[in-house]
């Protein structure tokens, strides 16, 4: 039975062609876990709270800079120094009280991934390093949850859906089926190092949201097998096709690593 703030609230999205009552009702039993609350956490973590999925996690053990205020808009100056977990339940609470939000203000690592992860329908990527990334992607392998993944570097940005039936009913491809391995110490310089456009998180983190509603919704063609890149200034996407590898050792036919592990840190994007 929906009540009246919630039908005022949703209205527009529930007469939505595939949406409509069911679809909302499906979006409020889901749950989501956001691994980063930085520039593309901040805006995938703000459109799934104002589309009313039921639950969403939080993981982020940074604490708000600065620095991070040109991109990271959730934020204001009277916060640096705080925790982003916990400044981003309070303020996504005052969104839409209707979601349950639970903080996480710690690293992900091996001793905790599977444990923080397995309670949720669908994991979100949105971290900045590739330790984080190729932690989350093996868990969610291991735990049989799709991952939506983004990552953003000076003016282009990167998405696409994880460990998900692709749109021909097979399995598509895990992060480690596109980049078996970490790039070498030092290859690739950090935001602090190369900049990012103040922008660019925003649009490519609006994208991972709707990568995650198309999941939970069972609607239209999520980005599973396939990457889509874009480039701020050119103002252009293109759209790649990625297969699943059979020999990789996390989701292929005969896999060799059933357990997690914590990769050495390398320089983030």
Known sequence: MWTKEELDRYHRQMILPGVGPEGQERLKGSSVV??????LGVPVLQYLVAAGVGRVGIVEMD????????RQVLYTTQDVGQPKALVAKE???ALNPLVEIEAYPVR?????ALEILKGYDLVVDASDNFPTRYLTNDACVLLNKPLVFGAIYQFDGQVAVFHHPTAEGEMGPCYRCLFPKPPAPGSV???????????LPGTVGALMAAEALKVLLGLGRPLAGHLLLYEALEASFRKLKVRRNPACPVCGDQPTQRELIDYEAFCGL
């Open 189 to 199: 310089p950090s935001c602090a190092e190369a900049g990012v456009f103040g922008v």
């Open 91 to 93: 303020r996504l609470s």
């Open 108 to 112: 992900l690592t091996s001793e905790n």
């Open 63 to 70: 604490r708000v800079e600065l620095s991070n205020l040109h």
């Open 34 to 39: 956001v691994v980063g609350a930085g520039g």
